[in-house]
């Protein structure tokens, strides 16, 4: 089980897709089981039915206690093989605003809204 400092990292997946989900955009979790002398950590779909970008991070690939992003989508709207290292879901946000990556409508079936139900938690 992770700690609470380790949950709010960009690498943890449940962080990542909360925050993009945040933003409005659609994510799955596609597979976070890699072996254990991948470097990979886990895949997630963003954008599934549009665009279609996997995006998957690694661990440790080119610097020592490091993350990076690889963006694959074919070519369409990555060039082939981009990745992109940072701490900052920000980051990762503004470069899918920037290169055009639709967020989800409230028709789109992967349009998720809490139901407020007039309970206190």
Known sequence: MLNKR???KIKTPGYFIKRLRDCKFGVLRVFQN???HD???WTV?????GASIF???YNNKSFNN???FEFYDGGNFFPKNFSISTESIEVIVQ???DKGIQQISKESNFFKQ????GSEK
């Open 55 to 57: 995006v998957t991070c």
């Open 95 to 97: 470069l899918l605003v």
């Open 114 to 117: 809490k139901e407020y139900d």
């Open 6 to 8: 380790q949950q709010n």
């Open 66 to 68: 490091d993350v990076m």
């Open 45 to 49: 779909l963003v954008d599934p039915g």
């Open 39 to 41: 470097f990979r950590r």
């Open 34 to 36: 890699y072996g254990i």
